[in-house]
């Protein structure tokens, strides 16, 4: 079974910075195609961004692209989202996930993932 804790959400002004992080248990974290999705009051939980099991390959949505940027620590199985110039569009609740075994990369369709951490709360400030 694998675990997902993500931190690092908060309140913050139109503009500023934030970084997520997600730590995931489980000796096989380098096994696993990673994603970060986030659900905004009242709407479907919509993709952010996805990232190859080695870290690697990166792919974003277009509404985050130049603005996010996702990496992985496979050595301290940790999920790092660097989240900047943010918008007042971008509160939401952010999740990490987890995708095993095969898949067609990039990965943006949610049922495709098999874990899923609890969320964070990020609010922007117009």
């Known amino acids: 079974q694998v675990q997902l804790v993500e931190s690092g959400g908060g309140l913050v002004q139109a503009g500023g910075s934030l970084r997520l992080s997600c730590a995931v248990s489980?000796?096989?974290?380098?096994?696993?195609?990673m994603g970060w999705f986030r659900q905004a009051p009242g709407k479907e939980r919509e993709f952010v961004a996805c990232i190859s099991r080695r870290g690697g390959t990166t792919y974003y949505a277009d509404s985050v692209k130049g603005r996010f940027t996702f990496s992985r620590d496979n050595a301290k199985n940790t999920l790092y989202l660097q989240v900047n110039s943010l918008r007042p569009e971008d509160t939401a609740v952010y999740y990490c996930?987890?995708?095993?075994?095969?898949?067609?990369?990039?990965?943006?369709?949610?049922?495709?993932?098999?874990?899923w951490g609890q969320g964070t709360q990020v609010t922007v400030s117009s």
């Open positions: 489980g000796r096989t974290f380098s096994s696993y195609a």
């Open positions: 996930a987890a995708k095993s075994g095969i898949y067609y990369y990039p990965i943006v369709d949610k049922v495709e993932y098999d874990y």
